[in-house]
């Protein structure tokens, strides 16, 4: 699937084959977690930095000794002040408690269902939880489910990225990149890592 997603990208587009051979190859890494794990985390890391969200996270599962990410009702049996001593804004322990609430309604599928789900039905569901935005299901779609037509067009990053590549003086506007980034398709999400790669590049991080 890389094999075929590098030579997509470099037969579309010129710049993009630029950056790949100057990155290298993709090292797009799946996180083995739940759909339910995953919209706790980046709840956390929403307006953070890394370091302070994972912080953050640490402390949250530092709560519930000897599991590896909490249960959602161990979660919401939890009383606010302490989810808010974690480090948590009163609106991301609303978003958290949401989330756990909704995993146990069944609005929030397990990994299996959520494979079997479509990229737009699966935004479509999970847009509907307190602080979950189409950026945040989109995160889970790249990073968690593995899916590869994924472009991020909202995130910052991409954006810049897409700037930095073509030399521009503003960030194009996500309904421009996302005309821009059907060409990349069905490989957008690889588009993507390689976007954040030349943002970083930028701040002189490339990796």
Do not use: N
Not at 76 to 99: H, M, N, P, Q, T
Not at 147 to 152: E, K, T
Request: aromatic share 8%.
């Amino acid at each position: 699937m890389r094999s075929q997603a590098i030579k997509h990208l470099c037969a579309a587009d010129e710049r993009m084959a630029a950056l790949i051979r100057a990155v290298g190859p993709c090292r797009l890494r799946l996180e083995s977690r739940t759909p339910y794990e995953a919209l706790i985390r980046a709840i956390a890391h929403q307006q953070l930095h890394g370091r302070a969200a994972d912080a953050i996270l640490g402390r949250f599962i530092a709560l519930y000794p000897g599991m590896v990410f909490p249960a959602p009702e161990m979660v919401l049996a939890s009383e606010e002040g302490v989810l808010r001593g974690c480090g948590f804004s009163a609106g991301k322990v609303a978003a958290i408690r949401d989330i756990c609430a909704k995993t146990l309604e069944g609005v929030v599928p397990d990994r299996r269902a959520a494979c079997r789900m479509s990229d737009e039905a699966l935004i479509a569901r999970l847009v509907s939880l307190r602080g979950v935005g189409r950026w945040t299901v989109e995160m889970l779609l790249i990073f968690t489910l593995g899916r590869p037509d994924i472009l991020p067009v909202d995130d910052f990053g991409v954006r810049e990225g897409y700037r930095v590549l073509y030399g521009l003086a503003q960030q194009p506007a996500p309904r421009v990149l996302a005309e821009i980034g059907k060409g990349w398709g069905p490989y957008r999400s690889t588009a993507a890592w390689y976007l954040w790669r030349a943002a970083d590049g930028a701040k002189g991080k490339m990796a």
